[in-house]
């Protein structure tokens, strides 16, 4: 079955680029169904989505984080990756990438999760 | 501050019947855009369990299920059991916001 497997560094330093990348295993990322997003979680607190990405390339952002957000695809290497840059102590989070399905215009949602890889951001 | 407003906790005893609600906006819900909720079990990532407002994925039982009228929904769990003690989160999409959203998550105790 397809599989999701975020990886990066745990560390961060303030102001410095977070960078993450989820890697499919059991499925491939150019499949036009879908689109591969990454959600994070503060400890403690609820999700918020930061963007998602499709086989084109055509990536969509949360407008709250948009200027620091590049998400890439690789479908080669069949992972799709995030950059966040400047980062803060407010970005400590658990990051999750996950796989967006659309069902007509007005259904989207996530039906496959990675199990999450934790970043703080920390000197 | 969750663009979709859920209740923090519900709790239940087992075998009862909880319901967690999920109220939007004329932007989001109110607009047409189906709720999706997901069910986080303490330290793991969030699982798909009902999809376009009434949907269940495979292996979801069907004491489990969902609603959506107007500008809310709702999520329901008949027969509560200990193994549904989890954070429930629902999902729908903001045109204003033109992003996707979550509620702030409620938290299930089974007592």
Redesign the interface.
Known sequence: QVQLQESGPGLVEPSQTLSLTCTVSGGSVSSGDYYWAWIRQPPGK????IGYINFRGSA?Y???LKSRITISIDTSENHFSLKLTSVTAPDTAMY?CARNYG?GS???????????TLVTVSS | QSVLTQPPSVSGAPGQRVTISCTGNSSNIGAGYDVHWYQQLPGTAPKLLIYGNTNRPSGVPDRVSGSKSGTSASLAITGLRAEDEADYYCQSYDTSLTAFVFGGGTKVTVL
């Open positions: 609820g999700l918020e989505w969509y949360n407008p709250s999750y069902s007005y259904s989207w949602y996530f039906d496959l999760w990675g199990r999450g």
